[in-house]
């Protein structure tokens, strides 16, 4: 069979093909419209001003970003609904953001600590608008958010009191829906992560306190389960490419919208095949437990079964199956799934868009390195 003409661009090089990425951008949509509830994608899987704006004319209300960095670049692109789920911490970075709370018409940002009140309130309040502010919530993920309940409404109290900053509503993360070891957990876990939400909106409600959003979301929990009604938004990321390790989740590969193009580069014995693509083309990263454990460090897109089982940092390679006839010649190019897409993401200074094995678009990944 022949070679779509993409495989004529230089190795490692990122690929989208950009039917799957619009139909996963597309049943997400779909499933926020049914719910009701407004879709506010996580663009760290992208970092890419020109996608976030194809899942605004999609129907997404708004961008979510980690990075005060990804924040300003996505404004100078025009992006104007942002928020910053995260802690901003550091008087070069309370500047960053009082700076962007005067461009961007729509902006909130995370707190989990009343540090992060008086901070935030100190830069915003001789500003002629107030800032958003969303508490994050931790459901069950150990990593930032404050606990539901009570400890959410003290932190509100103290927000809605503070001069420069608007209470906008709660967030939270779900991420140890990719630790389950089950599907049924993986619901389980949504299940549980939106009950305490909605139990500590009803909670900042009859304290008197506004909770206008209650934002939720990881791909894993939205892919296999509901949205509870009370909930207004959701903040998925990954779902927009969904990698190697979302597809052990869904059992197949076909929704793998995110590959790298590598070429094989040595076959220094029968068995071997060497790619010119190690950890600076696809990261070192592997998801060690749950449903969404990876197996090695990425998979032949046109062979999945086929996973790459050594990688060091500019040579990753496989070992031909035994008895499966198949070739691998010095020179022939190859598509690999990364296992998480988006630290793959931001290896990339482009993304080729294609179509029908042609390149229909270059987008330039904005964002990329904006870490700060
Ligand atoms: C705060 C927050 N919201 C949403 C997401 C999106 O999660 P996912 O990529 O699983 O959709 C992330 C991912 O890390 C996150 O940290």
Redesign the pocket.
């Known amino acids: 069979m022949k070679d779509p003409s993409f495989f004529e661009l230089d190795t490692p090089t990122l690929i989208v093909d950009l039917d799957r990425m619009e139909r996963n951008l597309k049943s997400m949509q779909e499933k926020a419209c049914l719910a009701g509830v407004r879709l506010r994608p996580?663009t760290?899987?992208h970092r890419t001003p020109a996608i976030a704006k194809m899942q605004l004319a999609m129907g997404a209300s708004g961008i979510?970003v980690?990075k005060l960095g990804e924040a300003e670049i996505m404004a100078s692109e025009g992006l104007d609904d942002i928020l910053i789920?995260n802690e901003i911490v550091g008087p070069i970075k309370l500047e960053r953001l009082r700076t962007l709370a005067r461009r961007v018409g729509r902006l909130a940002v995370g707190v989990d600590h009343p540090f992060h009140v008086q901070a935030l309130s100190g830069v915003m309040a001789a500003e002629p608008r107030p800032l958003d502010i969303m508490i994050d919530v931790e459901t069950g993920d150990p990593r930032t958010g404050i606990h539901p309940g009570k400890p959410t409404v003290e932190l509100a109290r103290l927000v809605d009191k503070a001069p420069g900053l608007r209470l906008r509503g709660i967030?939270t993360?779900d991420?140890q829906s990719y630790d389950a070891e089950t599907l049924d957990e993986v619901r389980a876990i949504n299940r549980q992560s939106q009950g305490l939400m909605l139990e500590t909106a009803d909670l900042m409600r009859s304290s008197g306190l506004a909770a206008e959003e209650i934002s939720i979301?990881?791909?894993?929990s939205l892919l296999l389960d509901g949205i509870e009604p009370g909930i207004t938004e959701i903040?998925?990321?990954?779902?927009v490419f969904l990698d190697a390790d979302q597809a052990q989740l869904l059992g197949t590969y076909a929704f793998c919208a995110q590959t790298v193009l590598a070429t094989v580069i040595s076959r220094p014995t029968p068995e071997r095949v060497v790619l010119d693509a190690g950890t600076k083309a696809l990261t070192y990263y592997v998801q060690d437990k749950g449903v969404t454990r990876s197996t090695g460090h990425g998979r032949l897109k046109a062979h999945p079964d086929i996973f790459l089982d050594k990688m060091s940092d500019e040579h990753s390679s496989f070992d031909i199956p035994e008895g499966s006839g198949l070739e691998f010649p010095i020179g022939r190019k190859l598509e690999v799934i990364p296992n998480h897409a988006?630290p793959t993401t931001n290896l990339y200074d482009v993304i080729y868009g294609v179509r029908s094995g042609s390149v229909e678009t270059v987008w330039p990944v904005l964002c990329r390195g904006k870490s700060q």
């Open positions: 996580h760290k899987t979510t980690a789920a967030y993360h991420g979301g990881s791909t894993p903040r998925p990321g990954t779902y988006c």
